[in-house]
């Protein structure tokens, strides 16, 4: 392995385990027997998705903007991926960023919003790991 993809490996290797973190905290969550906390599970599924994300752009070498867009993210991974048309909802992550989590835009989310943003997180998660492992990374 190159010094440079050393490096790159390395930082892509920091944004998934910070996404990991978001995944445990939200599937913790779900654990609660009361008051469960469903805006802050989506937060937190939007979260993991990002970072995912960002890890595959870090190894591919391409600058992302600073942003929670998830489509928008999505986007710049490189068609050979084929990864757009199998997250055609990922979008909806998008959200749960900043939106549902603030008095102006509050709006109280149901188990079931929650349960198909982790969903949709595991998704991009499981999609993101695949190309890493063939892109020859291992698991990061």
């Not at 749960?96 to 509050?106: E, T």
């Amino acid at each position: 392995m190159r010094p440079e993809d050393k490096d790159l490996a390395e930082k892509a290797k920091h944004w998934v385990e910070l996404g990991e973190e978001d995944l445990r905290v939200a599937k913790y969550s779900l654990t609660m027997s009361s008051n469960v906390p469903y805006r802050i599970i989506a937060f937190h599924a939007q979260q993991c998705a990002e970072k995912y994300i960002k890890a595959l752009l870090v190894l591919l070498n391409i600058d992302f903007p600073y942003t929670h867009d998830i489509e928008k993210l999505l986007k710049m991974i490189p068609e050979k991926f084929n990864i757009m048309p199998q997250m055609m909802n990922a979008g909806d992550l998008t959200d749960y960023a900043v939106a549902k989590r603030y008095p102006d835009y509050y709006e109280k989310l149901s188990e079931e919003q929650a349960l198909n943003a982790l969903k949709l997180a595991e998704m991009i998660k499981e999609k993101i790991s695949s190309i890493i492992r063939e892109m020859g990374y291992g698991s990061i």
